[in-house]
């Protein structure tokens, strides 16, 4: 059985600040949160540490904890350019270092992307992504905090086999996977993509999508075979954390709880909150 | 080129000044001295160059990088018209001020180089918009005036202008938008590259043209179809090239026709067959 449902901060960035989002995600009966390390609420550039004595405060209050912290989108380790790779990788390591300060197991790491029209060959794509995860997990290895490599729709390493090449060409000690369903489904079958990665999974994305429309939708509102994807976790034993990476329109709170409801509905299992049903 | 403001009243006999093929094709497919030679061969007499990897490395090889393309540029007798970054990872609007700062730095460390080459201009993107979640579009285009008066402001003494290229990235991207962000800086070395097959994206180009008519200095052409984003060559897709003909001939725009095509196959034929295409829709350069 997973672990917890935990809920991903990425609705309320531009909506509300990081302490009410803390106070809504306790209140609809996560018992952990994965930070999305994004302005305004983090500010990464800059000392972090006011950032997670508030963030810390606000679990505190709320009676959750911080166990993922994951980035925005402009991060590229697989860029051709040097320079927005040594960018990509400084950004990459104050996140960890977010992490750490948070008391967070996991920081979430994305391969990137590549141009549409000119990308660059695959193979030396492949070879920056290994180079900077590597280099991100040397930097966390005294920090305590485990990058996990997540499955992205961004041509570039997008499916399980090669998230699971990625990680072994590291080594499974050092580096984990974060499986995220929406994308899986941009690109594969999620279940086939859960039990490819079954032995390096660490953390696992819910959220709903279209394959016309890529997004992180609330459950029930795309094409998601969230019954069967409870099975194959189920039978794949896996017992990590389960995010909730679900965008609201409306108010975020009501929203992640239905969200949880719906994946219980439909057979996920795992430890919640006992007062909140 | 006509610097002045406005452009040409509408019923000019002004024509554009000459087709000018982008280096974009031959990235990963051959170096840029080469891609030099077979431009010049080709009967273009200037290029924009693509500055982006493995052509323009800023951050292994700048310090030989003016040197090569000058030599490259005498050997052949090409001209360069100006430089244009990508917009896979400069952003402007993001909402990280270390990219936003990052992203400045490099369009002015671009904007340099293309000073010493003898480049007229250089292209700025608006940047890119996380598609899930987004910065409200006033605050996002702030920060993208902010700096866009920066990069401005950095290269005024070298004389090249700075010209704002309208993107589908859902932010400051028609014609309309982009006109208004050039006209509230007010810098006398902004102005305006329109790309048709971007504006084809989110609006009528032929509007998007008309709109900006006073500041553009330079119009970018490629194919597209409204629902698959592309930079293909001329005739591929859906955009109306007679209809835009016409519009740039009513709108008197005297600049640069760049032809930002990408090609699969052969590089030179296909430039050749683009300016062709272009000539028999009625474009004049």
Same mark, same amino acid.
């Given at each position: 059985?997973?672990?917890?449902?935990?809920?991903?901060?990425?609705?309320?960035?531009?909506?509300?600040?990081?302490?009410?989002?803390?106070?809504?995600?306790?209140?609809?009966?996560?018992?952990?949160?994965?930070?999305?390390?994004?302005?305004?609420?983090?500010?990464?550039?800059?000392?972090?540490?006011?950032?997670?004595?508030?963030?810390?405060?606000?679990?505190?209050?709320?009676?959750?904890?911080?166990?993922?912290?994951? /980035?925005?989108?402009?991060?590229?380790?697989?860029?051709?350019?040097?320079?927005?790779?040594?960018?990509?990788?400084?950004?990459?390591?104050?996140?960890?270092?977010?992490?750490?300060?948070?008391?967070?197991?996991?920081?979430?790491?994305?391969?990137?992307?590549?141009?549409?029209?000119?990308?660059?060959?695959?193979?030396?794509?492949?070879?920056?992504?290994?180079?900077?995860?590597?280099?991100?997990?040397?930097?966390?290895?005294?920090?305590?905090?485990?990058?996990?490599?997540?499955?992205?729709?961004?041509?570039?390493?997008?499916?399980?086999?090669?998230?699971?090449?990625?990680?072994?060409?590291?080594?499974?000690?050092? @580096?984990?996977?974060?499986?995220?369903?929406?994308?899986?489904?941009?690109?594969?079958?999620?279940?086939?993509?859960?039990?490819?990665?079954?032995?390096?999974?660490?953390?696992?994305?819910?959220?709903?999508?279209?394959?016309?429309?890529?997004?992180?939708?609330?459950?029930?509102?795309?094409?998601?075979?969230?019954?069967?994807?409870?099975?194959?976790?189920?039978?794949?034993?896996?017992?990590?954390? /389960?995010?909730?990476?679900?965008?609201?329109?409306?108010?975020?709170?009501?929203?992640?709880?239905?969200?949880?409801?719906?994946?219980?509905?439909?057979?996920?299992?795992?430890?919640?909150?006992?007062?909140?049903? | 080129?006509?610097?002045?403001?406005?452009?040409?009243?509408?019923?000019?006999?002004?024509?554009?000044?000459?087709?000018?093929?982008?280096?974009?094709?031959?990235?990963?497919?051959?170096?840029?001295?080469?891609?030099?030679?077979?431009?010049?061969?080709?009967?273009?007499?200037?290029?924009?160059?693509?500055?982006?990897?493995?052509?323009?490395?800023?951050?292994?090889?700048?310090?030989?990088?003016?040197?090569?393309?000058?030599?490259?540029?005498?050997?052949?007798?090409?001209?360069?018209?100006?430089?244009?970054?990508?917009?896979?990872?400069?952003?402007?609007?993001?909402?990280?001020?270390?990219?936003?700062?990052?992203?400045?730095?490099?369009?002015?460390?671009?904007?340099?180089?293309?000073?010493?080459?003898?480049?007229?201009?250089?292209?700025?993107?608006?940047?890119?918009?996380?598609?899930?979640?987004?910065?409200?579009?006033?605050?996002?285009?702030?920060?993208?005036?902010?700096?866009?008066?920066?990069?401005?402001?950095?290269?005024?003494?070298?004389?090249?202008?700075?010209?704002?290229?309208?993107?589908?990235?859902?932010?400051?991207?028609?014609?309309?938008?982009?006109?208004?962000?050039?006209?509230?800086?007010?810098?006398?070395?902004?102005?305006?590259?329109?790309?048709?097959?971007?504006?084809?994206?989110?609006?009528?180009?032929?509007?998007?043209?008309?709109? @900006?008519?006073?500041?553009?200095?330079?119009?970018?052409?490629?194919?597209?179809?409204?629902?698959?984003?592309?930079? *293909?060559?001329?005739?591929?897709?859906?955009?109306?090239?007679?209809?835009?003909?016409?519009? /740039?001939? *009513?709108?008197?725009?005297?600049?640069?026709?760049?032809?930002?095509?990408?090609?699969?196959?052969?590089?030179?034929?296909?430039?050749?067959?683009?300016?062709?295409?272009?000539?028999?829709?009625?474009?004049?350069?």
């Amino acid at each position: 059985m997973p672990a917890a449902f935990n809920a991903s901060t990425y609705t309320y960035v531009w909506k509300e600040r990081l302490a009410t989002a803390i106070d809504e995600i306790a209140d609809a009966g996560f018992r952990g949160v994965e930070l999305m390390a994004a302005p305004p609420h983090v500010e990464l550039s800059g000392d972090t540490q006011p950032d997670a004595a508030a963030a810390r405060e606000a679990c505190r209050r709320a009676g959750v904890t911080v166990s993922s912290v994951a /980035v925005g989108f402009d991060a590229n380790l697989a860029s051709p350019d040097g320079a927005m790779r040594a960018w990509s990788l400084r950004h990459y390591e104050r996140a960890g270092r977010f992490a750490a300060q948070l008391g967070a197991d996991f920081l979430v790491v994305h391969p990137g992307r590549r141009h549409p029209f000119k990308p660059a060959p695959y193979e030396s794509a492949r070879a920056w992504v290994i180079d900077g995860l590597r280099r991100i997990a040397d930097a966390m290895h005294d920090e305590g905090v485990r990058p996990v490599f997540e499955n992205s729709p961004s041509t570039i390493l997008d499916t399980a086999e090669e998230c699971v090449d990625v990680v072994r060409a590291i080594g499974a000690d050092r @580096v984990g996977i974060c499986y995220d369903v929406a994308n899986g489904m941009m690109v594969e079958d999620p279940g086939h993509g859960l039990r490819t990665v079954a032995d390096l999974l660490q953390l696992v994305h819910v959220s709903d999508t279209t394959a016309a429309d890529w997004r992180h939708g609330p459950i029930g509102t795309g094409e998601g075979d969230f019954a069967a994807l409870a099975a194959t976790v189920d039978d794949i034993g896996y017992a990590g954390p /389960v995010v909730v990476e679900t965008i609201h329109r409306s108010r975020p709170g009501p929203g992640l709880k239905a969200d949880r409801l719906a994946l219980q509905h439909a057979g996920w299992t795992a430890h919640t909150t006992a007062s909140k049903p | 080129m006509n610097g002045s403001h406005p452009k040409a009243s509408a019923g000019t006999t002004a024509s554009p000044r000459a087709f000018t093929p982008s280096s974009y094709s031959y990235l990963w497919r051959s170096d840029l001295p080469s891609a030099f030679e077979e431009m010049a061969s080709t009967g273009f007499e200037e290029t924009e160059i693509m500055a982006a990897l493995p052509h323009i490395d800023l951050w292994d090889r700048s310090a030989e990088l003016a040197g090569e393309i000058r030599r490259a540029s005498q050997r052949t007798g090409l001209r360069i018209s100006g430089l244009n970054p990508p917009g896979l990872d400069i952003n402007i609007s993001s909402a990280d001020a270390s990219m936003r700062e990052w992203s400045v730095e490099m369009y002015i460390a671009i904007g340099r180089l293309a000073a010493e080459v003898d480049a007229r201009y250089l292209v700025v993107h608006p940047g890119r918009v996380p598609v899930l979640i987004r910065a409200p579009g006033d605050i996002a285009r702030e920060w993208v005036i902010a700096a866009l008066s920066q990069i401005a402001r950095s290269l005024e003494s070298t004389g090249l202008k700075v010209l704002f290229e309208n993107t589908p990235t859902d932010l400051l991207d028609s014609g309309d938008e982009c006109l208004d962000v050039v006209r509230h800086i007010g810098a006398g070395n902004l102005g305006l590259v329109y790309d048709v097959a971007n504006g084809f994206m989110v609006e009528d180009p032929n509007d998007g043209l008309r709109a @900006v008519a006073e500041r553009l200095e330079v119009v970018h052409v490629s194919d597209t179809t409204r629902i698959r984003w592309r930079h *293909d060559p001329v005739g591929t897709g859906e955009v109306d090239f007679r209809a835009l003909a016409a519009t /740039v001939t *009513d709108i008197g725009f005297d600049g640069d026709v760049v032809l930002e095509t990408v090609h699969p196959g052969e590089i030179s034929e296909g430039l050749d067959r683009d300016r062709t295409m272009l000539q028999a829709a009625g474009w004049n350069g």
